[in-house]
């Protein structure tokens, strides 16, 4: 069963205590990712989750069994059939002044044909807007993951080995309406990234000292708006990021200029796009300036919504050895609503890394990523589910590349 949250993916059989005390430690925590709090809540009411009576919770708990041709991330993979129980925990609170929402997930997979892969996975999303007045408001998105299968769909750590981590992205914004037409925004994000095994992988698929990729990622954005039109707005931006690393002597600060608009092209259908500059001090490597790129289409409907974004700039570096890593990311989600009972979802991830400096692994590395899902809602309480995730990833060097089907199917009950 594909979760309806941020990221997918620490591998051991564990009891009923240690299970109950995961889930009130990944309600608790208030951890949450960029944009995903409303496209969570949305995919919940997709499923046809209901609330509490009286109180705004909501708990779905499933379970699905499939295969996965490549458990072990290697060129020639093993095999193995799987289980896989799921809880989500949701608590939404609307309102006009503060609107609160956090989700905590706990996930359970067992391998039958391969030892020592069984994973125990969970992660919490949290997000809190709050209007001081009708000029002031604050935004909050925290996000924290733990797991120990690779992320396609942001900048973490190597794609090619299993090993447990734990990654948390934090936003916080204040917005200053100084008249009808210009705004400012200041905003601060935090990333960590800890893993916590020192050496992974095999002759295969190349061991990684995933320890390397442990840092903290701080960045620091002041972003004027001006209101052309009522469907157009002129946004000017500078960012400052700066990653530090526990041992890699890869340290580096990015300063960015970018201009961009956000225009509503329609009612249904808005356009966000940004461009300019960065320029990167590396240390004990020197100075370096490449364009930066973003930009994003969201389109929403009736029955169905459509979200595509894509990028272009530095990344850390997550190849052995490389000090400079720029990357071309793109992703697509769509979900259409076939009939009033059966839903479609679509997730589509790519992206292509230029790795340069250093001693190790230089060259350039693709991704691809494809997740396809049916949804049948039997009724308020039962949905049924149907799954496929295929992954790709190209060779770097010496270190091969590998590719990996998984399919499962299951039922979800909520109450």
């Not at 992320?151 to 734990?166: A, I, K, L, R, T």
């Not at 092209?265 to 490597?285: A, D, I, M, P, Q």
Request: proline share 3%; with cysteine.
């Amino acid at each position: 069963m594909i979760l309806p949250c941020r990221i997918l993916r620490a591998r051991i059989r564990v009891g009923s205590l240690p299970v109950a005390l995961l889930f009130a430690a990944s309600f608790l925590v208030l951890q949450s990712g960029r944009t995903w709090a409303q496209a969570t809540g949305s995919a919940f009411e997709r499923v046809g989750v209901g609330w509490l009576p009286g109180i705004p919770i909501q708990i779905t708990a499933g379970g699905d069994a499939g295969y996965d041709d490549n458990v072990t991330l290697q060129p020639s993979g093993e095999g193995s059939i799987f289980t896989r129980e799921n809880v989500v925990l949701t608590y939404n609170r609307p309102g006009e002044a503060t609107q609160f929402f956090v989700m905590g997930v706990g996930r359970f997979s067992q391998y039958f044909e391969v030892s020592g892969l069984n994973e125990t996975a969970g992660n919490v999303t949290m997000s809190l807007t709050h209007n001081f007045s009708s000029r002031l408001s604050f935004y909050a998105s925290l996000y924290g993951t733990y797991q120990n299968q690779p992320n396609f769909q942001s900048n973490v750590g190597p794609e090619n080995v299993v090993s447990p981590f734990f990654d948390t992205v934090d936003i916080f914004s204040l917005t200053y309406q100084w008249s009808s037409r210009l705004s400012l925004v200041t905003s601060y994000t935090f990333e960590r990234v800890q893993y916590f095994s020192s050496s992974n992988g095999n002759s295969q698929n190349g061991v990684q000292n995933t320890l390397a990729q442990n840092r903290i990622q701080n960045t620091f954005s002041e972003t004027f708006q001006f209101s052309l039109t009522s469907r157009t707005v002129l946004v000017g931006e500078y960012r400052f990021e700066a990653i530090d690393y526990d041992t890699a002597p890869t340290n580096s600060t990015t300063n960015s200029v970018l201009v961009g608009v956000n225009h509503n092209l329609t009612e249904h259908l808005k356009v966000h796009v940004r461009g300019g500059e960065s320029f990167r001090s590396l240390e004990n490597e020197g100075n370096t300036a490449s364009p930066y790129f973003e930009g994003s289409l969201g389109y929403v409907s009736s029955n169905h919504s459509l979200n595509w974004t894509s990028s272009y700039g530095y990344e850390a570096p997550t190849a052995t050895g490389a000090t400079t890593t720029k990357t071309w990311r793109t992703g697509l989600d769509l979900t259409y609503d076939l009939t009033s009972r059966l839903s479609s979802t679509t997730g589509v991830y790519y992206h292509h890394d230029e790795n340069t400096g250093g001693t190790g692994s230089t060259g350039t590395q693709d991704s691809f990523d494809l997740t396809l899902g049916l949804r049948y809602t039997i009724n308020k309480r039962f949905t049924l589910h149907a799954d496929y995730n295929h992954t790709t990833l190209g060779s770097l060097g010496t270190t091969p590349g590998y590719s990996r089907n998984r399919y499962s199917a299951g039922l979800s009950y909520t109450y």
